[in-house]
């Protein structure tokens, strides 16, 4: 391991207390796991709530089927209720409408790779959203397809702390 990728992984630790076994398999390519932090850095400046984030982080890691990261989020979630995580988890609606707005929009965008009709657009932005908001999800997605992706080629195992969130797919 690189010194760099030492020095990350334990600002890491200072920070949340563990190293998450998901950015100890990263390590291994020290500028994936730089990105990692430097995206996650960015979002305390992006457009959207803390509670938008989050719920854009976890449609993301649901939609990209990362059980790893849908366990991770579900305990590391502050801002958004057991409910909705639960509601997320489980690919059932929302009862916020605004927010369900949000995530089907990030759901368009991750499995139309980002070819989102006018429509979709229109929707998003009569919501109450704006088009800030809208490149915000891109951001946010760029952030969690490092983990996302690089989780199902390392296949880390699921760290004690998220244990009790552990989510499956589901045909």
């Known amino acids: 391991m690189t010194l760099e990728a030492e020095t990350i992984l334990e600002q890491i630790r200072q920070s949340i207390g563990i190293v998450p076994n998901a950015l100890q398999a990263m390590s291994e390519e020290p500028s994936l796991l730089k990105a990692y932090t430097e995206l996650e850095a960015l979002l305390t400046h ?20 990362c059980e790893y990261c849908v366990a991770a989020h579900s305990v590391a979630s502050k801002k958004i209720s057991a409910d909705q995580i639960h509601l997320l988890r489980n690919h059932q609606p929302l009862s916020d409408s605004k927010l369900q707005v949000l995530r089907e929009t990030t759901e368009g965008m991750v499995h139309q790779r980002g070819h989102l009709s006018e429509q979709e657009i229109s929707k998003f932005i009569e919501a109450g959203y704006t088009h800030s908001q809208l490149l915000a999800i891109v951001l946010i997605i760029a952030f969690k397809i490092l983990t996302n992706y690089s989780n199902h080629i390392n296949h880390p195992d699921l760290d004690n702390v998220f244990m009790d969130q552990k989510w499956q797919v589901t045909a």
């Open 46 to 65: 992006c457009s959207l709530s803390n509670v938008e984030q989050e719920l854009v982080i976890l449609t993301i890691s649901v939609a990209n089927e």
